[in-house]
């Protein structure tokens, strides 16, 4: 019998394992014959034994056979589809436990792409909310027909195959109402639902979004054609049914295409949007705006951003990716001014009606990319004190962080969705700036994703000569 350690793991075989952490994507994650081993449904400390399902060259994939030692933490998810249906990622983990796994999620990303001694860095207990169910204020479910009858729900884990949601445990009540009404009109008018394959049929998603704090309500449907049959008692029935619907809208999407929405936006009764509030800010919000999924959080995580920023009212404020405008605007009553570009230039209109709106006039908004516009404001003598950067999973843009190192703001405030790509980039700025706190908050409780608030700051600022 061969003990030689370069013995690989091999397809279907079966072998014990303990959980040492969670992964990125919210796995297990143990170590056999020194390979690393990623479990779906598997928590830190278990010891399981488990069958290897895929091989690469430097990790295994394995599907738990058996659960040896169970976590303390380790808990029932009260969702019936939440194993087929992959949208959550941590439901059969204890919330208090889920906070305490996303810290750590950070301080691995850390760990693994900067040099920077983690252990001394102020990561501070993930922010995590009373009720983390029922959150998430906008759905977009895919239809299928089958039988007569219309499934609404996502595909489901690796597969395209559509899982029916009845009951979504992490979507607003309200969301989850609209679409089994908006389902049930659409059986009982006979109103055809699109197939993927024949690319044959109608209605292809139910987008539903509502404002949390106004407690109005939008229905979008997306159709494969703009011809909408039997239009008028849709909307009749959708009205009749939900009450608080202040918006109807069809989108039109006849690409072959995973994304959701198409070009054409149609109105078909009520207004076009949908209100929302924030703290103080307002917010209209139509079919195909950007807006945060969890209002709740949100407001803990803007004020995270105000409190690492630290004005005086003297500041003069950079928001990169600014969307709508929304982190800036929660920052301007304190600033001398703010400035914010994107490259969606719908986005930079809607941000300087919002501006326009709650009656701020030292906002200025432009379109285009912050790495191409920074530059020139630089050049003109108008030099940030506070950068803020809030940007996509793949993170800053590298010409963008050369533009951030040249400006050399006081401070850099940093808006992650991802730990991994907030780690290369802090190892980047790490040649002009240091991490003075990194704050992790929960935006969406129930799944692996963690969002982090963090300070950063010229390293001159830091430590006077």
Known sequence: ??????????????FPLTIKRLGINGEGVGYFKKQVVFVPGALPGEEVVVEATKINPK????KIKKIRIKSPHRVQPPCPVYEECGGCQLQHLKYSQQLKEKRDIVIQSLERHTR??????????????????????????????RDGKVLAGLYGLNSHQLINIEHCAVQHSQTNEAVNAVKKILEELKITIYNEKTRKGIVRTIVTRVGV???????????????????????????????????????????KTSLIFGEETLPLAGQEFIQ???????????????????????????????????????????????????????????????????????????????????????????PGKAEEVLPKWVKKGWKPDVIVVDPPRTGLDSQLIQTILQTAP????????????????????????????????????????????????????????
């Open 1 to 14: 019998m061969k003990t030689d350690q370069s013995i690989k793991i091999q397809l279907n075989q079966t």
């Open 59 to 62: 990790f295994a994939e394995a």
């Open 116 to 145: 920077l001694a983690v252990d001394k860095l102020d990561i501070r207990e993930t922010i995590g909310m009373e009720d983390p169910w029922g959150y998430r204020n906008k759905s977009s479910f895919q239809l299928a027909g």
């Open 213 to 255: 704090q106004s407690g109005e309500l939008q229905v979008v449907l997306i159709t494969n054609q703009k011809e909408l049959p039997k239009k008028e008692q849709i909307i009749e029935e959708i009205q009749k049914r939900l009450p608080n619907v202040k918006s109807i809208v069809q989108n039109i999407n006849e690409q």
């Open 276 to 366: 929302e509030t924030l703290g103080d800010l307002q917010f209209e919000l139509s079919a195909r705006t950007f807006f945060q999924l969890n209002p709740v959080q949100t407001i803990k995580l803007y004020n995270e951003v105000k409190r690492a920023a630290g004005l005086t009212g003297k500041e003069k404020i950079v928001d990169a990716y600014c969307g709508v405008g929304t982190i800036g605007l929660w920052l301007a009553d304190q600033a001398a001014e703010v400035r914010g570009m994107d490259v969606i230039p719908e986005s930079i209109e809607d941000a300087k009606k919002n501006a326009k709106r709650h009656g701020f006039t030292n906002t200025k908004y432009v």
């Open 410 to 465: 006081e401070k850099l405030i940093y808006i992650s969705c991802n730990p991994s790509t907030l780690a290369k980039d802090i190892q980047m700025l790490s040649a002009k700036f240091e991490v003075k706190y990194i704050q992790p908050v929960d935006m969406f409780p129930q799944t692996a994703h963690v969002e982090c608030v963090s300070q950063i700051v010229l390293k001159e600022a830091a430590d006077p000569k």
